[in-house]
């Protein structure tokens, strides 16, 4: 009882040591005003911009949400009929290939991995309406995907391929075959509240033919059309109106039906079959850079500035005992050494995990509203999701802040404590997210170093289904919210550990 | 001034931090060139990357330290009081400033040319194996080529004025540990921001006032109309940040107290 | 060079505090002259004026008829020893004296004599770190003596010194003003300058009370006492108070006698035939003095008079 009693009244003498240093109260005061500011100016620095093709404004700068609630792109080649109630849709792909054109050159063939055509069931031809659809891709063979998000992997991979989509009530089965014989299981999902009426057909859509060229502290891409054409025969519909003919939907169409100039998509009726070509994709949006949309932690990132008052305040906090002997005065008032650096470090960590917090959710609600102010589109996340990003960089300073002030008890000298975490935690992040080095380097920098953890602040998922840069400079980080966050605090465990021991073994 | 010279040289030289910043300085830089230059690749024709601004990675790294060396030859002096003798000693404080100024320019030159010597050399042995190539359209890292040399020289300026800037900057706000966080802020935030920041003309801005983005486009020797601006308009930009801080430094030392 | 600190009108404000209401005094060679009063009093912040670290508002304080900071090489016109800590802890004492010596161009030689003069020769190639208080003070005080300055400037020398250290400081003092340096010691202290100072310069709340030489000082505040050592107190009391003096006990057979000369005392117990061992005229120690003259001006003691 005394014990804790004794504990108490140190984190009481550490607190009052700590808020009645002016300079530490202004340091992180500064912290976080610079957390909101340099958010609010990433926001009003963000002048949003969208031309089409022949530059024309954009009509609209939102794109399509999907049934999940996440902004999706879907674009594609629909050659479709209506299928009331239970039924199936049936057809062999025999040949699927890309072609781009780049300015006005003859086209050449250009199948991107995920070139994607098949047979699918759509709640109606409205963009972000629910699907399943069983497709043969261009590098990834047989998938079963659904609501976007969703992306099981078939067996098969040659063409042809057979494919078949069954419906009973919300639940659609995948089937592939490579002889219309023997079928095999590829997955089965529920629609939820799918209506009775719905569109099934066949589907054709190949995404942009992306290239991003990386040099030191800038990337530059080039990004143009491609067109998948998709032969399909042996096509059979059970639960339609027999009588009912295809009819053909660029859904999602923003490019009048012919990209970049070439063969027009639509669809054909051969002799037994359908040719199919589209152009676009049918997934989620990836936020990246040069990416639509503005994700949660683009308002946290005067974080980074709020890190390096933090790092500063927490080191000095506890050099300042040595440059004046005081540390002689703590611990002749309790002599446990231990329990002076946890009372420190206690303090610390709360002390900063408040303010960020305060700072974080001042910042990002904010920080959104200039966005949207602007036009941006801000790309929606769970609740769960931004509640994590908000505490988790409340988290990653406190964390930081005690990682600080252990180095700073081992150093004991405050510019070299300062340095060291700076260069640790700041540095990395720095060189990673600035595009300052290739994305190897980065993910392996963002993967041991304590700038991991920054990845708590990451929102977006990153989709096996879509081909995208997934580099830190795009918000994505290379290990997951919390397993980066570990990483600090494996670092912080281990900084703590050094200071406890020599704090002991020292003289004071 | 010869003798204010002289006794920052003495000062500098009788605490055993000096020698072990410079090697570190010399270490960090080359270790993080040499780890640079082994993980990139160039997998054929005009692969984007920059063979000389790769070797010479490290500087962004070493810079911290010389911002250590530079700030502590003021700050330390502030910590202990000493600062008082030292003006006790030398009444006219702008000649003190020039000749820490001075000493630790020379130092860092020194220290930095060790540096990036060894960087170039280790990307001239290792880029070859990592596809830069002549064959890939990269010659052979060699100060001979005028580019080259000029990143080589530019980043050895580059860490002399990073070292000026921290001095200026410590001055100003006399104790270490603020010092080091407000330089290596300035020095690290730039390009953070301006990566968030998605209007063009901000970006440009941001990029051409950073004192590390501009500074380190002396690096480049490939692509440079890609550039946010030229590479020694660029070296001048962080110049100038370094001339503001010093003066701000060498004003109020002049209107404080000591 | 005419060797003395000229200090005049010196004012200076921090915000709404007066450190410095009109400063005003003179350092002479040849004499220690003591600079005493409460803490707080404006010594320091004196002191930082003279060698050119901090500004004034108002005032000027000369050396040798020359501002401290036009001094070409100002080591070897004042030395001075603000705060002995003041030196970066990983610097060995003698390259710490060397640095200084530089500063002044001076040889390294004069460096391994002052030390020597110090008696610190076995502890100067050690970390200064590692010294104790008063060893900095030595290493202090020898960085003072490096330019063989006329003029020396310590700010409390013996603070913290142990009493053989004390001593030697003293006797030090007293060997740099006989060599005819001129020599301003501050101290809070009036007892620590006993038998050191020559003269002293009394302040309080920023300006001087008073500039006085010791002996004077003290001549003045023993006034016309007489102490007095008899077996019957009683009896003696009654015939010295009869006779207009005051008369204060001051221990079991001592008297303070005032109003009176020491030659009407004995005059006076001879006779009523009151048996006496001793009289001699009443020597106030420097502390009394001090006491005496400061009751007013002490800003503690002023607070707590407001307070009544």
New interface residues.
């Given amino acids: 009882m005394t014990g804790r009693d004794g504990f108490g009244q140190l984190l009481r003498a550490e607190w009052t040591k700590f808020r009645t240093v002016r300079g530490w109260v202004i340091g992180l005061v500064a912290a976080a005003l610079v957390t909101v500011l340099i958010g609010l100016f990433g926001a009003a620095a963000s002048n949003f911009s969208c031309s089409g093709p022949n530059g024309q404004p954009c009509a609209a700068s939102t794109p399509p949400i999907g049934p999940g609630g996440e902004p999706v792109i879907d674009s594609f080649s629909f050659a479709h009929k209506t299928l009331t109630g239970d039924g199936s849709i049936t057809a062999r792909l025999t040949s699927l290939t890309a072609v781009s054109s780049s300015d006005g050159q003859a086209p050449v063939e250009d199948t991107q991995p995920w070139t994607k055509a098949g047979v699918v069931i759509k709640e109606s031809t409205t963009p972000g309406s629910q699907y399943a659809a069983m497709a043969v891709t261009g590098g990834h063979g047989v998938r079963m995907q659904h609501n976007f998000t969703g992306d099981i992997a078939g067996t098969l991979s040659a063409k042809p391929s057979w494919l078949r989509l069954t419906r009973s009530g919300d639940t659609i089965t995948g089937h592939e075959s490579a002889d219309g014989v023997n079928w095999h299981l590829v997955g089965t999902v529920t629609l939820p509240g799918l209506p009775s009426t719905v569109q099934a057909g066949l589907f054709a859509t190949s995404p942009h033919h992306e290239e991003i060229t990386e040099s030191f502290a800038s990337a530059s891409g080039t990004s143009y059309p491609t067109l998948a054409t998709a032969e399909f025969d042996r096509i059979d519909l059970e639960g339609t109106r027999p009588d009912d003919t295809w009819t053909g939907d660029n859904i999602g169409d923003r490019s009048g039906g012919r990209p970049d100039g070439g063969s027009p998509t639509g669809f054909e009726e051969t002799g037994d079959g359908v040719t199919v070509r589209g152009s676009g994709n049918i997934a989620p949006i990836v936020a990246g850079r040069g990416g639509l949309g503005k994700t949660v932690e683009s308002g946290l990132v005067g974080a980074f500035a709020g890190l390096i008052a933090v790092i500063v305040v927490a080191a000095t906090f506890m050099t300042s005992e040595y440059r004046r002997g005081l540390i002689r005065t703590s611990l002749s008032a309790s002599p446990r050494r231990g329990r002076v650096l946890a009372a420190k470090s206690a303090v610390i960590g709360s002390v900063t995990f408040v303010t960020g917090l305060a700072a974080a959710s001042i910042a990002v609600p904010l920080v959104r509203a200039v966005e949207r102010d602007k036009g941006h589109f801000a790309f929606p996340v769970p609740t769960a999701t931004e509640l994590r990003v908000v505490v988790g960089t409340a988290a990653l300073l406190a964390v930081a802040a005690v990682f600080s002030l252990a180095v700073g008890t081992v150093l004991r000298r405050s510019a070299g404590a300062v340095t060291v975490v700076i260069v640790a935690i700041v540095l990395p992040y720095t060189l990673a997210i600035a595009s300052v080095l290739p994305t190897g380097p980065s993910d392996w920098l963002l993967r041991v170093t304590p700038a991991a953890a920054f990845a708590v602040q990451q929102s977006m998922p990153e989709y096996p289904q879509v081909d995208a840069g997934y580099t830190p400079a795009d918000g994505y980080f290379p290990l997951p919210p919390l397993g980066g966050f570990a990483v600090l605090c494996g670092y912080t465990a281990l900084a703590l550990g050094v200071a406890a021991s020599v704090l002991r073994r020292r003289d004071a | 001034m010869k ?2 010279l ?2 920052e040289w ?2 500098l030289r ?4 000096t020698v072990w910043l410079l090697a570190a300085v010399v270490l960090l830089t080359v270790a993080l060139g040499v780890a640079t230059s082994a993980a990139v690749s160039c997998s054929g024709v005009g692969c984007g990357q920059d063979p000389a601004k790769i070797s010479l990675t490290g500087i962004a790294f070493g810079q911290a330290v010389v911002a250590v060396l530079a700030v502590l030859a003021v700050g ?2 502030y910590s ?3 600062i ?9 404080r702008s000649a003190v400033l020039a000749a820490k100024a001075s000493v630790i320019s020379v130092l860092v030159l020194v220290a930095g040319a060790t540096a990036v010597l060894v960087s170039v050399l280790a990307g001239r042995i290792i880029l070859p194996g990592n596809g830069f190539t002549e064959a890939n359209g990269h010659a052979v890292l060699s100060l001979a080529d005028g580019p080259v040399l000029r990143a080589a020289v530019g980043s050895v300026l580059y860490l002399v004025l990073v070292g000026l800037l921290s001095l200026g900057v410590a001055t100003v706000v006399r104790d270490a540990a603020t010092a080091i966080g407000i330089v290596l802020g300035l020095l690290y935030l730039f390009p953070v921001v301006a990566a968030v920041v998605s209007d063009p003309d901000w970006f440009d801005r941001l990029q051409r006032i950073s004192p590390m983005t501009a500074g380190l486009a002396v690096q480049a020797t490939t692509n440079l109309d890609s550039l946010p601006i030229g590479p020694w308009a660029g070296l001048g930009v962080l110049g100038l940040w370094a001339a503001g801080a010093l003066s701000a430094g060498g004003l109020l030392l002049r209107l404080r ?2 | 060079m005419e060797a003395t600190i000229e200090v005049t009108g010196l004012r200076k404000r921090y915000g709404p505090t007066v450190a410095l209401d009109g400063m005003t005094f003179t350092v002479t060679p040849g004499k220690v002259t003591g600079f005493v009063g409460p803490n707080g009093a404006g010594k320091s912040t004196t002191m ?1 004026v003279i ?5 004034v508002d108002e005032g000027r304080a000369l050396v040798g008829g020359r501002s ?4 070409r090489h ?2 070897r016109q004042v030395g ?1 020893l ?2 002995a ?8 004492g003698r ?2 004296l ?3 010596a ?4 001076l040889a390294a030689r004069r460096v391994d004599e002052v030390v020597e003069r110090v008696g610190l020769t076995s502890a100067i190639r050690r970390k200064a770190g590692g010294y104790s208080l008063g060893m900095r003070q030595r290493l202090g005080i020898a ?1 003072a003596l490096l330019g063989d300055p006329p003029v020396l400037v310590l700010d409390e020398p013996v603070n913290g010194m142990d009493p053989e250290g004390i001593r030697w400081m003293r006797g030090f003092l007293r060997s740099l003003a006989a060599e005819g340096r001129a020599v301003l010691v501050s101290s809070h202290l009036m007892s620590e300058l006993q038998d050191t100072a020559d003269h002293v310069v009394i302040v309080g709340r920023g300006k001087v009370i008073a500039d006085v030489g010791v002996a004077d000082l003290i001549e003045s505040a023993s006034g016309d006492r007489v102490t007095l050592r008899t077996g019957d107190r009683a009896r003696a009391t009654t015939v010295l108070a009869h006779a207009g003096a005051t008369v204060a006990v001051t221990g079991s057979d001592t008297l303070t006698v005032s109003g009176l000369s020491g030659e009407r005392v004995v005059a006076l117990l001879g006779e009523n035939a009151v048996p006496f061992s001793e009289v001699s005229a009443h020597r106030a120690s420097l502390e009394e003095a001090y006491m005496e003259l400061t009751r007013d001006a002490v800003e503690f003691h002023a607070a707590q008079e407001g307070a009544r």
């Fill in positions: 003798e204010a002289h006794v003495t000062k009788t605490v055993a931090g330390g002096e202990t009081g000493m008082r003798v030292t003006f006790a000693a030398i009444p006219r107290d000591a | 930082r060698l050119g670290l901090d500004s401290y900071r036009s001094l100002p080591l001075s603000l705060d800590g003041a030196l970066q802890p990983s610097r060995t390259n710490h060397l640095w200084l530089h500063s002044q161009g960085a």
